[in-house]
């Protein structure tokens, strides 16, 4: 069992609400979101599980408690929250079905029944009901005093989320009409539901280890919502200071603007990359505690949205070269380009502190040193990521400091010298797919444009691997195991203009020799010029040696 973790175990709907257990959204959690999507595969999911008779797994629950009878909800509150609406909505339609009066009122009584042992207890003098699930502070009045009481709808003045849970119950209100017709087949129903859909229920003893959970499944996969734990914290110490509901309100702005750009899934890696722009760098299982120790104030956490909501949107233009923000310089437009190329994210938290305190050229300067070590550290010589953390950590605190721009951090810890660099570039192997190709293509570009001054339209150009993949034995007489050991090699690879490779395919050494010689790319065309008459391992080699050299001096810092 991971630490941290009280109990793992799988339980029913029956188990989770047919009893005297209490549950409670966190006060600040995000407001019941599902729509007609979710509302229709949860329908579409039940009614399988009818048809095939069978159950149906309902995904992770994480709750924490101190009791082991009140459990706050951390995540899972938008399955819950809808099941019960589902429930809701047999409750109210059981008790319109009848033949006669007593009917109607023996079916009044099962609908009780279900309402008391899943919903609540409903107060027949104040018609609210003491429900065993109470929303957030955002949803909790409207389930309460108009859902879980079947009382009429307000015409207006809902909110979104308001307005969603009514949709929902006028979802399934439809949906059940549609197929059930008898008490009973209602009845039957519920049953169904209760026993029948389970979740792995994960119970954790504080907020804490309930962050660990969701790093620890996030890792595996598991997508479970580490943002919505970090957001309840923050309002949560805000509010410690019994703050106005317009200052609550305020804060809730800024999330939704913050949730807005970053698109709601990147907010846990956004606030990681942020953290560690200002702060040591914190591992991802470490965020949550480190936050925690320094936000303790309202006016903490209100400064820390405040410089959220601005860091964000540099956020999202650093991982979006295409972004505005860039168009106006197009060196740093096309240097973030090669990251994102790259794919190499480490350097982001220094970069976000950069933006803010240098100046333009002084970032551009910064970022295209940062290109130049990322193409011989990650791309190249595929050296650990994680010791790149560190390194551009420490110059983010320097900044942070007030201090001036010292390239020599980087150089000193991550710039590979050019012996090493030259030694894996002269053996690198590119293998077929789409980035490997953008990268072999755009290494091709720049040795040409090295040898010839030649700018390459790349964008209209293909990638040519002079030794097929599978050549034709007749004409190349090549072992497949050297075939394998070969064909990706930079020496083997050239480019041709978009089009002119088509029809090369498997042909021999000395037709796609003759082809290259209609390129106007210098680099084919010399390949045509040269007096090799075969393609063998001694050319590939000697090839790409010399790419190696040349890449020494290209890329240099």
């Known amino acids: 069992m991971m630490q941290g973790i009280k109990d793992t175990s799988n339980w029913t709907f029956r188990r989770l609400l047919g009893n005297g257990l209490r549950y409670s959204i966190p006060k600040y959690q995000r407001d019941y979101s599902w729509d007609s999507e979710q509302w229709s595969d949860l329908w579409y999911d039940l009614m399988q599980m009818l048809n095939e008779a069978d159950s149906h797994y309902m995904g992770y629950l994480v709750l924490q408690t101190n009791d082991d009878k009140n459990y706050h909800v951390i995540d899972g509150q938008q399955r819950i929250t809808s099941i019960s609406i589902l429930l809701l909505a047999v409750i109210n339609y059981l008790k319109t079905i009848g033949k006669d009066d007593a009917e109607k009122q023996l079916n009044s009584k099962r609908a009780d029944t279900i309402h008391a042992t899943y919903?609540?207890?409903?107060?027949?003098?104040?018609?609210?009901?003491?429900?065993?699930?109470?929303?957030?502070?955002?949803?909790?009045?409207?389930?309460?005093?108009?859902?879980?009481?079947?009382?009429?709808?307000?015409?207006?003045g809902l909110k979104n989320s308001d307005r969603l849970m009514k949709n929902a119950f006028e979802f399934f209100s439809s949906a059940i009409k549609n197929q059930y017709k008898t008490a009973e087949e209602l009845v039957t129903f519920v049953e169904?539901?209760?026993?029948?859909?389970?979740?792995?229920?994960?119970?954790?003893?504080?907020?804490?280890?309930?962050?660990?959970?969701?790093?620890?499944?996030?890792?595996?996969?598991?997508?479970?919502?580490?943002?919505?734990?970090?957001?309840?914290?923050?309002f949560s110490v805000a509010d410690s200071d019994k703050l106005l509901s317009s200052q609550i309100d305020s804060l809730d702005e800024k999330w939704a603007k913050i949730t807005d750009i970053l698109k709601e899934t990147q907010i846990a890696d956004f606030l990681r990359v942020y953290w560690n722009s200002t702060h040591k760098t914190v591992r991802k299982?470490?965020?949550?505690?480190?936050?925690?120790?320094?936000?303790?104030?309202?006016?903490?956490?209100?400064?820390?949205?405040?410089?959220?909501?601005?860091?964000a949107d540099v956020y999202m233009a650093l991982k979006s070269p295409e972004d505005e923000l860039w168009q106006q310089n197009m060196a740093i437009k096309e240097d973030l380009q090669l990251l994102k190329l790259f794919n190499v994210s480490q350097p982001i938290s220094l970069l976000l502190i950069a933006y803010t305190k240098l100046s333009e050229s002084q970032f551009a300067k910064l970022l295209h040193k940062i290109v130049i070590i990322s193409f011989r550290y990650n791309v190249i010589c595929n050296k650990n990521p994680n010791e790149q953390e560190t390194a551009y950590n420490k110059l983010a605190m320097t900044l942070m400091d007030g201090n001036d721009l010292d390239l020599t951090v980087l150089k000193n810890a991550l710039y590979v010298t050019d012996a090493e660099f030259e030694q894996i570039f002269a053996y690198k192997e590119l293998p077929d797919n789409s980035r490997n190709n953008k990268i072999a293509k755009y290494i091709l570009g720049k040795i040409e444009h090295f040898e010839s001054s030649a700018d390459i339209d790349l964008d209209h150009s293909t990638l040519e691997h002079i030794l097929p993949d599978s050549p034709n034995p007749n004409v190349w007489h090549w072992?497949?195991?050297?075939?394998?050991?070969?064909?990706?090699?930079?020496?083997?690879?050239?480019?041709?203009?978009y089009g002119k490779n088509k029809d090369l395919g498997n042909a021999d050494f000395k037709t796609?020799?003759?082809a290259y010689k209609n390129s106007t790319i210098p680099m084919t065309k010399r390949i045509a010029e040269s007096d090799i008459e075969e393609w063998t391992e001694t050319e590939i080699d000697r090839r790409q040696q010399d790419f190696a050299k040349k890449a020494v001096g290209i890329w240099q810092f």
Do not use: W
């Open 479 to 497: 072992a497949d195991h050297k075939v394998q050991q070969f064909h990706y090699r930079l020496g083997n690879m050239t480019l041709l203009e």
């Open 119 to 156: 919903i609540g207890n409903l107060d027949v003098l104040t018609l609210t009901s003491e429900n065993k699930i109470v929303l957030n502070r955002n949803n909790d009045d409207f389930y309460k005093n108009c859902l879980s009481a079947l009382q009429e709808f307000p015409k207006r």
């Open 285 to 311: 299982n470490q965020l949550y505690r480190a936050i925690r120790d320094e936000i303790k104030t309202s006016q903490q956490a209100f400064a820390l949205l405040q410089d959220m909501q601005k860091q």
């Open 192 to 234: 169904a539901i209760v026993d029948n859909l389970f979740f792995t229920v994960i119970i954790v003893t504080d907020d804490l280890n309930a962050f660990k959970v969701f790093e620890t499944l996030n890792a595996r996969g598991v997508q479970l919502s580490s943002s919505d734990l970090l957001k309840n914290y923050i």
């Open 512 to 514: 796609k020799k003759e």
